[in-house]
């Protein structure tokens, strides 16, 4: 094959196999400006306790490190906008968390998308990832040409919207490169005006104020200033805020993969059943799903932080 018949090939396997979208960049170390970005957000500490963002600095900032003898990165997209949500009175949990953890059923997929590259003879050797490795995700999907950075920081799929979750291939083939795409955001600004604790700025996220980090990714107990931030908030796990106002989510379209569809027992959680979930009735609801990162302990953080006086911070 040529580089432009391998590249169609993948894309077209990776639709067969229920992605929303693929492309491809070529493996090499991240801009100078990005590079320079990422290391004043560390020394910033805006990362909070996410130590591991720290750790393999040198592959997070160039993939060829990740996977010997490795020349392109086949990134995908897979839609997670549910067909059904939450009572609108229950405590909220993030979109993406509704069905089965997304996290194997990405990395599956594409595996079976390098072994269709194997069938057709080609000797291909890689690794599959999702969020599972230090890779900046939403930087290799933009240079794939996938869809641009919003002023939220999340990736915008144009005509889609934002509610994708990322994958990563990284083989040691050239394929055909695809081209970055411009941010499309003009000069909108309602995810900034949105965020309740005034998280994005724009140009850089500062997890410590992010309700996504802070009902996920925070460990123990919350200060006084986070347990206003979270309190003041209806979701105990994750946030989606800054994607719900985003005009181009209009177009999002309910996803039809079975895993990550939400059970009607979780569509029937009210806060009054939240709260009385216990060790078994949490493995019942929840094994299996992303929320198991949080676990019961850090749910029932969460939910106690509605029962506090609310006040502005």
């Known amino acids: ?80 906008f549910p067909s059904k949500t939450q009572f609108s009175t229950a405590p909220k949990v993030a979109r993406f968390a509704y069905g089965l953890d997304y ?69 040691d083939l050239e394929l055909d490169y695809s081209a970055p795409m411009k941010s499309c955001c003009g000069s909108c600004t309602k995810c900034l005006e949105a965020c309740p604790t005034k998280a994005i700025d724009g140009h850089c996220l500062d997890a410590r104020r992010c309700l996504s980090y802070l009902t996920i990714e925070k460990k123990g107990s919350f200060s006084e200033q986070e347990t206003k931030m979270v309190g003041e908030n209806d979701w105990i796990f994750g946030c989606d805020i800054c994607q719900e106002v985003c005009p181009w989510n209009r177009f999002s379209k309910s996803n039809s993969l079975v895993e990550l569809q939400p059970t009607e027992h979780f569509l029937q959680l009210d806060e009054t059943k939240f709260r009385k979930l216990n060790a078994t009735s949490f493995h019942t609801y929840f094994s299996g799903t992303c929320l198991e990162r949080t676990g019961l302990d850090g749910l029932h953080r969460n939910l106690a932080t509605k029962q506090k006086s609310r006040q502005p911070f």
């Open 1 to 80: 094959m040529t580089t432009l018949e391998l590249s169609t090939f993948i894309r077209d396997q990776a639709r067969l196999l229920g992605f929303d979208a693929c492309g491809f960049a070529r493996a090499e170390p991240l801009s100078e400006q990005v590079q320079l970005l990422m290391q004043t957000w560390l020394k910033e500490g805006l990362q909070g306790e996410m130590s591991y963002m720290e750790r393999n600095l040198d592959k997070r900032l160039d993939p060829r490190l990740l996977v010997e003898g490795c020349k392109s990165l086949v990134v995908v997209a897979l839609n997670y």
């Open 103 to 171: 996290h194997p059923i990405i990395r599956t997929k594409l595996s079976r998308l390098m072994n269709k590259m194997r069938e057709q003879g080609l000797q291909v050797n890689g690794r599959a990832f999702s969020d599972s490795a230090p890779i900046m995700e939403r930087y290799w999907a933009m240079k794939a040409g996938l869809g641009w950075l919003g002023k939220n920081q999340n990736l915008i799929l144009p005509g889609s919207g934002s509610y994708f979750l990322l994958g990563e291939l990284l083989i």
